[in-house]
């Protein structure tokens, strides 16, 4: 993040791994993320003890004990708020929450949705398996509709949420999706998210070979992934497929697929982060199979940043109560006395 580029340090990611067992099922994507996260970290250049991992209850919440830096492991669907509160007093610190669909969208969602509003200085990392699996095999809130569960043995009735247009609609100043398999895929993401000021947000596909395997296996398998995902990278046009020769165009209501053999490749949509929040919430609407489904950047514009703003009107009213004393503070305004 901005506030520590000047400060190089030399680390690898061996340096970032910490002396505890992973403790995760054999074949969990949470492997994969870990990794990808132990991979970036080095090449931001922040110390570890500047670093800071935060995450409530789940299986992805046990990834503070994973990595060699300061971390907290809170309440459930609590760490955005834990967060907030070190960011205010550390504003210097390089803040990530964990958490997974059930953690962050259950009974977190409240919270989840305010330090988005509030754009903190954090990246958010939601793995999302669309399961519970640390109490194993419950509905969560982003199952599909009709998931047959321990909870829901008819189906459930529920519509799920999607993360994404959740995080677009409470304001969250960057958003993006990522596969816990293409790790080249999520590390760009990951370092892209660690540079933005203001809350960043990334929903990443998660598999649970345990209570939901194969969850994502329609887009993330290797063997179709071109075909059925799209990369949304900034000032790039929208082009997928195995021999990249299929793109999407615009024509202002209504996203279509062409083939490149026969559409010039300047008549497709080129993608710009920091568009109007209608455009981001349209290319997140597009889907499988009709469409591949989009990965990378949904959003990312600047926005002013909670803690600095705080920050801001403590130095205001140091300056103008340079004398004040708490005891002031306590007594100041309207009094009575109670007999």
């Known amino acids: 993040m901005s506030l520590h580029k ?3 340090i030399p680390l690898k990611k061996e340096d970032f791994v910490s002396d505890q067992e992973v403790r995760w099922c054999p074949g969990c994507g949470d492997y994969a993320i870990l990794a990808s996260v132990q991979k970036i970290l080095p090449e931001l250049g922040i110390a570890r003890e500047d670093t800071v991992f935060i995450s409530g209850i789940g299986c992805s919440s046990r990834f503070p004990y994973y990595l060699n830096t300061f971390g907290f492991h809170t309440i459930h669907g609590r760490a955005p708020t834990i ?8 504003p210097e610190l390089s ?8 953690d962050g969208l259950s009974i977190g969602a409240n919270h989840l949705m305010h330090i988005m509003r509030r754009n903190l200085d954090v990246t958010i990392l939601l793995f999302n398996n669309q399961i519970y699996g640390l109490t194993k095999g419950q509905y969560s809130p982003t199952s599909e509709k009709g998931k047959k569960t321990k909870t829901s043995p008819q189906g459930t009735i529920d519509e799920p ?3 994404v ?3 677009l609609a409470a304001g969250c100043s960057f958003v993006a999706r990522a596969i816990d398999v293409d790790s080249a895929g999520l590390q760009w993401v990951l370092k892209e998210a660690a540079a933005h000021r203001g809350t960043s947000f990334i929903e990443i596909y998660q598999n649970c070979n345990v209570f939901n395997d194969g969850a994502f296996a329609h887009i993330s398998d290797r063997g179709f992934r071109a075909e059925r995902t799209i990369s949304l990278i900034p000032g790039e046009p929208l082009v997928f497929g195995a021999a990249k020769d299929k793109g999407l165009t615009y024509n202002g209501e209504d996203f279509a697929i062409v083939n490149l053999n026969t559409t010039d490749k300047g008549q497709l949509y080129v993608h710009r982060k920091e568009n109007d929040i209608s455009m981001a919430i349209k290319l997140n609407a597009i889907s499988y199979p009709d469409f591949p489904v989009p990965m990378g950047i949904f959003r990312s514009v600047e926005r002013p940043v909670y803690e600095q703003e705080i920050q801001a009107q403590i130095c205001q009213a140091r300056t103008e109560n340079s004398d004040a004393s708490l005891e002031h503070l306590l007594r ?4 009575w006395t109670v007999k």
Not at 95 to 102: A, E, L, Y
Not at 332 to 335: D, E, M, N, R
């Open 161 to 163: 949420f999607n993360p």
């Open 95 to 102: 803040v990530w929450i964990v958490t997974g669909d059930g």
């Open 6 to 8: 000047d400060k190089m």
């Open 83 to 90: 967060a907030t509160g070190l960011k205010i007093a550390r």
């Open 165 to 167: 247009q959740l995080a």
């Open 332 to 335: 100041q305004g309207k009094t």
